[in-house]
């Protein structure tokens, strides 16, 4: 079953906390796993992104940790500001699949209050 | 620099009428293109990908359909709309099927 799921649905830090967005998955064939952030009115753009040979990947203040035994991986945003607020989504894809498809979670929503 | 554009920004249609999105990269050779579709406040379903002109193939059903008739074009269109069309049309690109895929800005389509 190819689903990425992903929690919680809606997510509120103040300022300078770490957010901690959460994403599941059941295909142990999924290989790769980027987060997208979209701001309202806006396409997504692509954060950060993980492939399976480590389970860290780190940019600045976002950090993917992976956990493959687990099939699960979170996005954590350190010291978070108000322009952080957005909705995030997390997708994962299969390499030898041949199609480029992204599966895609249902997004978090993350408020950051000053 | 590689950079997407789409047309239309916006779009309101009636139900039963003909659509045709496009969406044109420039600044890369071959790319991979891919058509999503969001509904409000959902999140994003792969409709086509291409990974080279003249062939394009289809990931989920929508009584929708593509062509590529360009190295850096990709167009999403259908003969009748349907109520249920509404949202915003993303295309995407990527160097290759197993790369980053980067987004257009989008076309928010209405269907009344």
């Known amino acids: 079953q190819q689903q990425v799921r992903q929690s919680p649905q809606s997510l509120t830090v103040w300022e300078g906390e770490t957010a901690i967005l959460n994403c599941s998955y059941e295909?142990?064939?999924?290989?790769?796993f980027p987060w997208y952030h979209q701001f309202p009115g806006e396409s997504p753009a692509l954060l950060i992104a993980?492939?399976?040979?480590?389970n860290k990947k780190e940019d600045g203040r976002f950090t993917i940790f992976f956990n493959k035994r687990e099939k699960k991986f979170s996005l954590h945003i350190a010291d978070s500001q108000p322009g952080d607020s957005a909705t995030y989504f997390c997708a994962a894809s299969v390499a030898g699949a041949n199609t480029g498809k992204l599966t895609f979670g249902h997004g978090t929503i993350l408020r950051v209050h000053p | 620099a590689q950079t997407i554009h789409q047309w239309p920004v916006a779009e309101i249609k009636a139900v039963g009428s003909p659509l045709s999105l496009g969406c044109t990269i420039k600044g890369k050779s071959s790319p991979n293109l891919y058509w999503y579709w969001q509904a409000t406040g959902g999140t994003l379903q792969q409709l086509f990908y291409?990974?080279?002109?003249?062939?394009v193939e289809s990931v989920v059903q929508l009584n929708l359909s593509a062509s590529r008739p360009k190295d850096d074009q990709f167009i999403l269109s259908t003969e009748k709309l349907l109520l249920s069309h509404s949202g915003f049309y993303l295309c995407a690109w990527s160097l290759n099927i197993y790369a980053e895929q980067f987004f257009g800005p989008g076309t928010r389509l209405t269907v009344l």
């Open positions: 295909d142990s064939t999924f290989d790769y």
């Open positions: 993980i492939r399976p040979v480590s």
């Open positions: 291409s990974i080279t002109v003249g062939q």
